[in-house]
């Protein structure tokens, strides 16, 4: 069945530590993919995208994905996480690449401890 | 503030009641989009619109609800008889159309159903 997990739905790390977050998805062919990250009272904000290209992508606030056709993955990475990372982050593909229906992991909470 | 905004930001009804959401989207932005978010998931596509045609329906959108874009720039969303199960957030999108348009989040209108 077309799907995206998440695996992980509550992640902890301190302070400084490095954070990986990780999606899958199953598709028959590459979508479109896309983390967002939600944090309380706030809408869905776009943290990074991508589409073809370098499987490297770079996004806001110090977020790096890396996409492996391999393993189906786009996993979301930071180096060093800050108290104000503490959120929800959900990973979405786009199936039809036409930029219409999103579809959604069901999230991963990240806790941030001190 | 530019942003998509969404009204009422809350909605308590009684069961079998009416209700209907309202979405402004980002001036300019020709597609709007809805998604619904219960506790603990991800968003649910809902619809689409490309200025005021209503494109793509998921099979979530029951006979009950009902999405409108008249002028090709607000939209409301109207759920009819409300049921337990509709008690979500409701969250409207919107972007510029093509298929690497980013999708702007508004923070949502959370419904509960008693």
């Known amino acids: 069945a077309q799907s995206v997990t998440q695996p992980d739905i509550h992640i902890t790390v301190s302070e400084g530590a490095s954070l990986e977050l990780r999606c899958n998805y199953s598709y028959g062919a590459t979508p479109y993919l896309f983390w967002y990250v939600q944090s309380p009272g706030q809408g869905l904000q776009l943290l990074l995208k991508?589409?073809?290209?370098?499987?490297l992508v770079q996004g806001i606030k110090g977020f790096e994905a890396e996409f492996k056709r391999s393993q189906s993955s786009f996993n979301l990475r930071k180096p060093s996480v800050h108290w104000s990372d503490a959120a929800e982050y959900f990973c979405a593909v786009d199936p039809n690449q036409a930029g219409t229906a999103l579809i959604f992991g069901k999230g991963t909470t990240l806790s941030v401890s001190s | 503030d530019t942003g998509v905004s969404q009204d009422p930001r809350h909605k308590i009804t009684k069961r079998g009641q009416n209700v209907t959401f309202r979405c402004d989207p980002i001036s300019e932005h020709n597609r709007l989009y809805w998604y619904r978010q219960t506790l603990g998931q991800g968003p649910e596509f809902l619809t689409y619109f490309q200025n005021e045609a209503q494109l793509e329906k998921s099979r979530l959108l029951s006979d009950r609800f009902s999405a409108e874009r008249p002028k090709g720039s607000f939209s409301t969303l109207e759920i009819q008889r409300t049921e337990q199960g509709d008690s979500a957030m409701y969250l409207c999108?919107?972007?510029?159309?093509?298929?690497?348009?980013?999708?702007?989040f508004g923070q949502g209108t959370r419904l509960t159903v008693v």
């Open positions: 999108a919107s972007s510029l159309g093509g298929q690497e348009a980013e999708a702007f």
């Open positions: 991508y589409f073809s290209g370098d499987t």
